[in-house]
């Protein structure tokens, strides 16, 4: 049986087909929630004290832990970290587009 492969944009949310803003804006904030929750696992913090060191609801916290990612903002993601004692920095580069996807 013979598989079509496709080459990967390089952002899983692009490639499930979510327009490239959304799909930016969903790759950054699953980065974020990712960090959160290692925070959150390598402190071994409960929910409870997890929300208190963020500054939100408990139930906010289990909705992070869920991976309700449409319930957080880029901007309340890197508030969590800051208040944790991370600083978040942001790096810009170029967007690397497949060779026929240039305007020639």
């Not at 803003?21 to 402190?43: C, D, I, N, T």
């Amino acid at each position: 049986m013979a598989m079509n492969i496709e080459r990967s944009t390089g952002n899983v949310f692009r490639d499930l087909g979510f327009g490239p803003k959304e799909a930016e804006s969903l790759r950054l904030r699953a980065q974020l929630m990712a960090e959160v929750k290692r925070l959150v696992q390598a402190r071994k913090l409960t929910q409870k004290a997890a929300a208190k060191l963020f500054g939100v609801t408990q139930p906010r916290v289990s909705d992070l832990v869920r991976g309700k990612i449409e319930l957080f903002s880029i901007e309340t993601l890197v508030n969590m970290l800051s208040r944790a004692g991370n600083r978040v920095q942001l790096r810009l580069a170029p967007v690397r587009r497949p060779p026929d996807d240039r305007a020639a």
